[in-house]
């Protein structure tokens, strides 16, 4: 079994910083994408940003410009620091990561982490 274990959210004052810490750890696997999905009450999960094995990274517009997504690959760990936070910014995050385990393609997500940005 692969899991993810999220750190990192809590509250922080609008204009600030936050850094999400996601590690993936158990069975063998291969790390094809990791990243970060956001989620209101009552709607789906979209995209914030992630970053391939390669290093490659995509990220949503409204985040553009004021997120980083390193990954560390010797901890099998994703980050996601967020700058300049708005209070639209308030969400569930949770961490995803699509790794090849046993020759095929398997999705995981991470139990979520709460961002909350004061005004």
């Known amino acids: 079994q692969v899991q993810l274990g999220e750190s990192g959210g809590g509250l922080v004052q609008a204009g600030g910083s936050l850094r999400l810490s996601c590690a993936a750890s158990?069975?063998?696997?291969?790390?094809?994408?990791m990243g970060w999905y956001r989620q209101a009450p009552g709607g789906q999960r979209e995209l914030v940003a992630d970053i391939t094995s390669g290093g490659s990274t995509n990220d949503a517009d409204t985040v553009n410009g004021r997120i980083t997504i390193p990954k560390d690959n010797a901890k099998n760990t994703v980050y996601l620091q967020m700058n300049s936070l708005k209070p639209e910014d308030a969400d569930v995050y949770y961490c995803?990561?699509?790794?090849?385990?046993?020759?095929?393609?398997?999705?995981?997500w991470g139990q979520g982490t709460q961002v909350t940005v004061s005004s």
């Open positions: 995803n990561m699509i790794a090849q385990v046993i020759a095929t393609n398997q999705r995981y």
């Open positions: 158990g069975s063998t696997f291969s790390m094809c994408v």
